[in-house]
């Protein structure tokens, strides 16, 4: 009889990825990250527990939007008169952690986005110690990162 694999919690190492997004569409880059957070590009994946990566985005001010358009967002709500906010690309860490969290499935990864998502304007990061890996295509991603 077969039976199924699920991984152990010492099993699980988290890898960090760094990824650039210099002249990088929003929506086809948050898709892609969706799978390193969550972990399904791994093949021990099972939805009960946590195997997602780090992933570190750099240049986050130089990616490409679909068209400079004025978004609404709602910061803080049941503030009268000052919790909706018009943006026009302008706060581009907290527009892709919208839509990275909007993509992502309910659940534990969705949960510890913050802690696992990091954005940085420039091209510089704080995180050479954790030895992360350079994503240079985004979209072709290997199935075994």
Request: hydrophobic share 35%; proline share 6%; with cysteine.
């Amino acid at each position: 009889m077969n039976e199924t694999f699920i991984p152990a919690s010492n099993y699980i190492r988290k890898k960090w990825y760094v990824i650039d997004c210099k002249d990088k569409q929003l929506g086809r880059i948050s898709s892609s990250i969706v799978g390193l957070l969550s972990g399904k590009i791994k093949a021990y994946y099972h939805p009960a527990i946590d195997i997602g990566d780090y992933v570190i985005l750099i240049n986050a001010d130089a990616l490409k939007f679909d068209r400079e358009i004025e978004r609404r967002y709602v910061f803080q709500p049941g503030r009268p008169g000052s919790s909706l906010k018009t943006i026009v690309n302008g706060l581009p860490k907290q527009i892709i952690e919208k839509a990275i969290y909007g993509m992502m499935p309910n659940g534990l990864a969705k949960k510890q986005l913050s802690n696992r998502l990091k954005i940085y304007l420039g091209s510089d990061h704080p995180h050479s110690a954790q030895n992360p890996i350079k994503i240079d295509n985004i979209e072709i991603l290997p199935n075994n990162l």
